[in-house]
């Protein structure tokens, strides 16, 4: 996938809509409260009545509602995992988070190590265009591997190796975050993803190998 933005955007095109109209229910009956049974001169407090029908109905409708919203969630989220589990990927990188950094290696470039340095956030180099297999684990504490300008963010949780897949338009310094809070230097979490042209890349990995050997 080039992004999630797709998927998300389905999902946000449902949420917005029902949202705005639950707020414009409640915002309307609260003013239609406060304007109709406000206190006036003469008029006297009335018991109010149980209403099973018109309770049972609004029940109803917001069971609906969550049904919907559930589903369609779900939904999207099993057609961006599908995708991770069938793509064909022309490069992988394997993620490792840790309190409070990011370790990325390269599976098809022995010993190329890219790690969080003092006051240095890592840079993540792949090849733009190139549909990129990832492998993220956590050393430690529950971490989240965010890249915003994609629209995906994948929970790192410790002993389980979760497998996606991200293709990036070629752009440099695009950045990354962890999304969960994981202690005091959380907000040092942060690498930037630099995806390079082909040729830049090639050019990349022969330094790269050379720094390694």
Known sequence: MTSTQHEFGDVQGIYLPIGLAVLAIVVGAFAFAVVRYRARPGRAPRPTRDRYAVEAAIATVIAGIVVVLLVTTFRANADITDTARHGRPGFAVDVGAYRWGWQFTYPSLPGVVDRTGPNTPPVLHVPARTEVRFRLHTEDVVHAFWVPSVRYKADAWPGIVRTFDLTFDEGAAISGHCAQYCGLKHSDM????????????????ARARGRAA
Do not use: C, I, N
Request: charge should be negative.
């Open 190 to 205: 942060v690498f930037t993803v630099d995806a390079m042209a082909p040729a830049d890349f090639r050019a990349w990995v």
